[in-house]
């Protein structure tokens, strides 16, 4: 999960250098809502790995 929202940072800043404002800044909330997605995940996974 946080491979595809580094994925999709790398093709918001590519966009964002060549002018493409609309494609970055669709890439930009796809890849923040990937981060928190991952965030939470990654912290309930750590909740129910400490009660085992």
Known sequence: ??????????IAIIAAIFGFGGIA??????ARILFFVFLVLFVI?????RKS
């Not at 999960?1 to 790398?10: P, R």
């Not at 800044?25 to 796809?30: C, L, M, V």
């Not at 996974?45 to 790995?49: A, Q």
């Open 1 to 10: 999960m946080l491979k595809w929202a580094v994925t999709f940072l790398i």
């Open 25 to 30: 800044a669709s890439a930009t909330g796809i």
């Open 45 to 49: 996974s750590l909740i129910t790995g």
